[in-house]
């Protein structure tokens, strides 16, 4: 059953087959190029392509196959596959190291991407790039838009606006996806150390006053593939798009649905502040965004959070 539903018809299986003959032969190319394919993102798209029959090839990537902070070994690799698409799934993630790491945050989430940007515009590719909801300060009370100026609190948020901006002012091809709460079956995140936590321990204190929407990896690698076959039918729609599970929650409730999920008898969860947690970076109390664009631009509906949630943890379980 597909996970987004009011989608818009792509290939029969004729046009699909006629695709796969003249990819064979050498007469269609549509390379994509993954980077950062061995994070949560990227492994879900690896997983997601590899069981789909696309009209396209795609080129999974890190930074110890592809340094996207050198422009000319990024130019040429461009070039020697013949890449049409770029996903930039790299990023500086750690949200309390970028405070005193900085220098590593910015070369990855704004030097990556500026030169993204250039060589995008001068091969004419173009790209899916993926941002976050740390790019706003939190202030609002009700779901943010994508034309909501964004005022980021932390290095993190700071170095990813500054990402954003390098793609924009570059003047190519090219979607922004900003994202929040991010949790999938691959590498850490807050889903898996929950579940191990709760396994080892009696009691867990969790912060209750910072309310997000957490977002399942699989759904937003599915929205990205979409987006690609959307646009070959269509037409390449440029902007900025918000995309996460539906709903919200906070830290603290999106723990104990985690606990309820997972079936986990023992550990008492145990509501806390933000200042009582204490945290070196500062953190957005409320980072909720509104998913209307996303929707009418691609015809799509979006699971909501605790849905995607028991389909991860059933995989994880």
Same mark, same amino acid.
């Given at each position: 059953m597909p996970i987004f539903t009011g989608m818009t018809?792509?290939?029969?299986?004729t046009e699909k087959e006629t695709l796969k003959q003249q990819f064979f032969y050498g007469l269609v190319q549509k390379n994509v190029l993954v980077t950062g394919a061995n994070g949560q993102l990227g492994n879900e798209l690896r997983v997601l392509t590899a069981r789909m029959?696309?009209?396209?090839?795609?080129?999974f990537t890190d930074s110890d196959t592809l340094d996207v902070t050198? /422009?000319?070994?990024?130019?040429?690799f461009v070039r020697?596959?013949?890449i049409l698409y770029i996903i930039n799934c790299a990023a500086y993630t750690a949200v309390d190291r970028a405070e005193t790491d900085f220098e590593a945050a910015y070369a990855v989430n704004e030097k990556a991407v500026e030169n993204i940007a250039l060589v995008t515009r001068q091969e004419g590719i173009k790209v899916i790039h993926i941002s976050t909801d740390f790019v706003f300060d939190g202030q609002s009370k009700i779901p943010y838009t994508e034309e909501t100026e964004p005022n980021p609190l932390s290095v993190y948020g700071q170095s990813k606006l500054k990402g954003e901006k390098a793609l924009q002012a570059?003047?190519?091809?090219?979607?922004i996806l900003r994202t929040s709460w991010l949790y999938s079956e691959y590498g850490n995140n807050f889903v898996?150390?929950?579940? /191990?936590l709760m396994r080892e321990r009696d009691r867990l204190t969790i912060v209750d006053d910072q309310r997000g929407a957490p977002t399942y990896a699989a759904d937003l690698a599915e929205m990205i593939v979409h987006i690609l076959q959307y646009t070959e039918e269509t037409e390449w729609k440029t902007g900025i798009y918000h995309f996460s599970n539906r709903g919200e929650t906070s830290w603290f409730g999106f723990a104990e649905e985690i606990k309820r999920t997972a079936g986990i008898d023992r550990c008492e969860l145990v509501p806390v502040t933000t200042r009582e947690y204490g945290?070196?970076?500062p953190r957005p109390k409320y980072s909720v965004m509104n998913l209307s664009k996303i929707c009418a631009a691609f015809h799509v509906e979006i699971p909501d959070w605790k849905e995607a949630l028991k389909r991860c943890?059933?995989?994880?379980?």
């Open positions: 018809k792509l290939l029969g299986e029959n696309l009209p396209f090839q795609f080129f050198d /422009r000319e070994q990024l130019s040429a020697d596959y013949r570059a003047g190519g091809e090219w979607i898996k150390t929950m579940i /191990r945290a070196s970076a943890v059933d995989l994880l379980m």
